[in-house]
């Protein structure tokens, strides 16, 4: 198996942008925790920054689905991010789609230290429309890592993240009991029956 690392020059100080981005249940934290390690087995400093809103398995490490873990700093905005990475050669971000847009700047800012940014994040919201600051972070980074989950209907590549809650809210943190992940055909058979569905209680 190829992985990231076989391309990327780990010791010398070569800035660069890698984002992990995919659906829910995908696997990207667990890519995001896998690289960070590896770098930290190679004798790197590295700093990790998750969203301090991310509440939901720890309030200062990056947890996978599967219960893997990492510290991390918990911050506000992104621009903390800046501030506090200090003298590092490795910045790992978390859950990027839940930062303001500044989290662009900030991934360009750090690679043109010669800090290499490993992102992950989602790239698509509930409603299947481009997450956040995330679009604008792929377009600028060197490397783009696509993760796909199984879709929970028929067993095929997931690349969408349905949401069970009727809520408009675009933040909304949940797991298993409040998003699925679907792959295309069976997210707009769903989408669509959900809207037959509640079209026909409002003409009830």
């Known amino acids: 198996m190829h992985f990231l690392e076989n391309s990327v020059d780990l010791r010398n100080k070569r800035g660069s942008v890698e984002v992990i981005a995919g659906s829910m249940f995908s696997g990207k934290t667990e890519e995001l925790i896998r690289r960070l390690k590896r770098a930290m087995i190679a004798g790197l400093k590295v700093e990790i920054f998750k969203p301090a809103l991310d509440k939901r398995y720890s309030d200062d490490c990056v947890v996978s689905h599967d219960e893997r873990s990492i510290p991390s700093t918990p911050v506000e905005t992104a621009s903390m991010i800046l501030l506090l990475s200090g003298d590092v050669d490795v910045v790992g971000v978390d859950e990027a789609q839940f930062f303001d847009n500044a ?16 992102v992950a994040g989602l790239d698509m919201d509930f409603a299947g429309k481009p997450f956040g600051p995330m679009p604008e972070i792929m377009a600028t980074a060197e490397y783009v890592t696509k993760v796909h ?10 690349n969408y993240s349905f949401r069970l809650a009727d809520d408009d809210r675009l933040v909304m943190l949940g797991e298993k009991e409040l998003y699925r992940p679907l792959c295309r055909n069976c997210y707009v058979r769903i989408s669509s029956d959900n809207k037959d569905n509640q079209g026909a209680d409002n003409n009830s």
């Open 103 to 118: 989290i662009v700047e900030v991934c360009r800012v750090l690679a043109d230290r010669g800090i290499r940014v490993v």
């Open 149 to 158: 989950a199984i879709c929970v209907e028929c067993g095929n590549l997931a």
